[in-house]
Each structure stands twice: as structure tokens, then as C-alpha cells.
């Protein structure tokens, strides 16, 4: 069977032959139909990730068949017994661990979660990761309720539409921002009251102004821009952060962060609590992820530039399917 | 009667002759023993405070006596129903409202709660303010369990103090920092376990690797040496910020924030629940407030001096007894 692997520093991701997996206690072996691509898989290919190791199957997300029903994949490897944090022995799937980019996978049976019916399977293939994780900042984490506003930085990525679908699902106000003009029409007719672009000067006043301010607000980037959300923040306001791409955050006030007695909680990938209750979110509300782009699995150089280049808007998952 | 008054910026703080209170509805005229000051009086008289009043008492903590009995002044004006957050009308006691530095103060009976038999009417009339905002940032926001260790940057200030003597009397493991090694001596003698000196090159390194790292770490301060106290966290750490005397905070790691799964967690003041938390903790555990110095109320110059400096370790009171 077929396989996308990291190999060395010199051949990140090869798309080639390898061995079967054999069964064994405890494990199953699921067919893969689609599976999603992730920004960490396209970090490990750019050298960008900690503790490589040569002959790995990439991939954390997807959805397969195992006697003859489909299941989602939990793609949590020994997050441990305390939902509020992972333990020392944690990973996740698709390094150290061979991961979903293959023909068939070997897996715990207890990672596996039934597909909700209403999903496409190319849907299913790309929740997993992104949904885990924008779950647990979101909702478990940020404790957004229904009548609160949320502002969703650099809307597009897999985790910033689940946000902004769970919020709508909930029933908050979801506001965006971006440096496209076009991503933000698309948050729009997906439900958004509004939306601002981040590279226009003092945007964050305008956006304060025109929304009245954020219950919450959900940020990957760091870097300027993280203290210009917070100055939109409201008395009580909880700022989640699960990512880092514009690096160190710089001028945060702290008389800002005790006065108003904001929250800034940081929170990446959930525990396997987390994603029953997202799964069970998904399936109850009906949510359809976002798919932006669907490769045959062969062609997954073209899905990694893809993303890499910025240009997505929604889920890239691959066709697995023969 | 005598009262320290705000009258201007050229007059910002005047020991002079004011009228008696008059009694009214649902108030009581409390004679002041002692009262304590706070850097807030203190950043009044040197502008630093918005919306100042010419013609009001200062002053938010203290202990008098009512009807042969001694209550300690809770210093909430207005905190709301929520206990999380104060409402909109929230006011500290002492500007614009008339404060504790007084012979005589009119009082809301409901503010008032009787003074812990354990304490001397010194530590009594430091109690206050300080100890409320503590008690909300380590013990209601940043959850401080018996188990945990806690870092205290900048030991030596009321609130500083008090979360040293809280989390001790909690059963919590304590570390200090400061820029002297005699407080870092003096915390150690009241039960901190270590401290360290924060003037030093890389001293967040070395105070990591003496302690093992902590669960909780408060700080007052925010600037430069914020990022180098989030660097000392553990997985799943709270940091909370009372203040920010020190200015931006700079070069935040959000990638140390998701991947600990840290919590950021502002917190000034506190609710009415708060406060009646805080002083049945103090009498439960028998908690004898630090007092670095007592005036009398003739000679409050020489406190505000004192506390302008950055000199004194406890609190300082003044006594309002002929």
C-alpha cells in the first residue's frame, strides 16, 4: 500500500510504497477514505517541528471504514487521565506515530468515534484536528456562551472557521478579521456580523467601534497585532490563543489586563473528553466543515504548497479512495 | 475633626480641619482607630490617578469602632450582583467618595464587617484593600491549591505580602523575587521557601532550575521581566497580574502560552464576597498582617514618602487615636 511519510530533512514527504500494517491486540485496521491536512504536517516538511524521525506516516485527521461502518479518527495519542491538561506522554497522531496519510491505518480501537450522519466523507476527513482544537479554546476553554460577541483573528484556517462555526452554533455574534478582503465576504455568508482587515491603519478602533467590543476573541497569531485585540476587549473578556505564526507579542498593557480582568488562556489540540463532546457539538448542530480543496491523495504536493501559501479558506483533505 | 484631604494638584494631600459626618439613613458613623495606606492614595497626590476630586477624605482601608464594637472597613463602593466582575458604578472607597483617613467616617452599615479577635488594631487597619486584592488574584482567580508552588515577584508590597502569608496558611510551597536581598531575607523568615534577586543576569533561569518551576506566579510589575516569569511556568500554570508598575509587557511567547496551556489572569480589587472570604480566611488561619511602619495620622507625609520610595516591607498605618 501507499503512504505519505517524512523520510529525512532532504525527503520530507514521499509519497511511496510501504508494508501493510499487521493486526494486533487492542488495535484495528481502518480503511482510509479522506483524510485533512494540518499546518503541522506542512511544518514537519519545511524542518519546522521538534524530535523528526525518519519513516513516519504523516497526518493527524481523517475517517475510514472498519467493518463496514465509518468512523472519525481521535487523533490524541496518551493525552492521559486529567481532561484540563495532557500528560507527560503525549502526542499526536502522524509523529512519533505513524499517522493517516496511508491506504489503511493501525489504530486503537478506542480512537475511533463513529462519523455523524450528516457529514460528506470529505467533511468528516478534515475535523478532526482543527475541530479538537477550536473546540476546546472556544468552548471549554473561553466558556462562550450564547449571547456573547466573539472576534476570530485571520479568518480562513481550519481552526478560525470551526470557531466561527461553533460560536454561530451556539448562538454568539462572530466577528473577523483578515488581510483579505475576500476571506472576509466568505465569513460573512457563512454567518459573520462583520468583518475588518487587519492591515488597514488603527483598525482595531474601527472594529471596536463598529462591533462594541469582544466577550471573547480567538488568536494564532501573536506577534503586533495581539495587543491591538486585547484593546478591544470587554470588562471580563476571555482571549484564547492556540497559535503563534506572527511570533512574540509585544506592548501588551497590563493595566488593560487587570482592569478589565481579562483572561488570556492559552490551549492547543484537547483532551479525548474534548473531542466526544466536539463530535457530539458537530453531529447535534449539524455542522458542515468547510472543505477548501479536495487532492487525490498522489497529488498531496499540491494541497502542502496550499497551504503553505496562505490561500486556503476551509479544510484541504485527501481522497484516499482507490 | 482632622482629615487627610485631596484639595488640587498644587494641594494634593492636606491634614486639616473638616466637618463632622452627619448620621444618615442606613449609615453609621464609624470612629477611626487605625487606617492603612495604599499605593493608590499615593499616586492621587502625584496625579497619577483619573477623575480626582478637590475636597475628599482619601484612605481605603482602616478599623474603627461602632456602638463598643470594631469592624474592619470594607473599601467596595457599588461592586454590583456579579460576583465575577464589578459593575459599572464600582468605586474604591476614598475618591470620589470620602475615605478612611479620618477621625470620623459615614459608612454604609453593610460595609462593614467585625474585626478577627486574633489581629491588634494595627494589623486590623492594614488590612483591607491589600488583603482583598490578593485573596481575589491567588485565591479566587489563580485557584492556589495546598499542593502547588507559587512565585511572588517583587515581595515586600501589601498585596505581595498577603499572597505570601495566604498561600502559606493554604499549605502551598512560596518563592519571592526582589531587587533586595534583605525583603528576599525577610520573606524567607515568615516561611517562603527561597527567593531570588531579579537585578541578577539570567536570574529567572536560575531561580527555574532551583525551584523546579511553578503552578501559579503573581506579579504587580508586567515590563520586561513578565516574559521571564511566564518562562518559569509549568504546564497548565495560572500568572496572575494585579498591576503594572513596570510598564508594556514585551516579548510574550504565545508558543509558550498554547503549548503550556497557560492562563493570564487579570484581577484588581475584589467583590463583597471577596472581602468576607478573605477576612473569615484571615481569622480561620490566624493571619497577623505585616506591618512595616505606624504615624500618626500628623505625620502621614513621612507614609506616603515611605511607600513612594519602594522602602517598606508590610504595610503601613496610621494611628487616628488622640
Redesign the interface.
Known sequence: MKAIQYLSSEQPAVFHEVAEPLAAEGKVILEMLYSGLNHRDVWMTKGLYPNLKGGVTLGSDGVGTWEAKRYLVNPNVNWGEDA???GDQYRILGMPDNGTFAEKILIGSDRLVEMPGHLSLQEAGGLSLAGLTAYRALINRCQLEAHERLCISGIGGGVALFALQFALARGAEVWVTSSSQDKIEKAISLGASGGYLYTEDSWHKSLNKLSGGFDVII?S??GLG??QLVSMAK??ARIG????SK??????????????????????MGSDKDFREMVDFVAEHKIHPIIGSVYKVSDFQQGFQRMDYGAQFGKIVFDHRK
Chains 1, 2 share one sequence.
Open positions: 484540563l491538561l495532557p488568536d497569531a501573536g495581539f495587543s470588562k471580563g490563543i492556540y497559535g503563534g511570533g512574540l507579542i509585544q506592548d501588551l498593557s497590563p493595566q488593560t489586563i487587570f482592569w478589565k480582568h481579562l483572561s488570556i488562556l492559552g490551549s492547543t
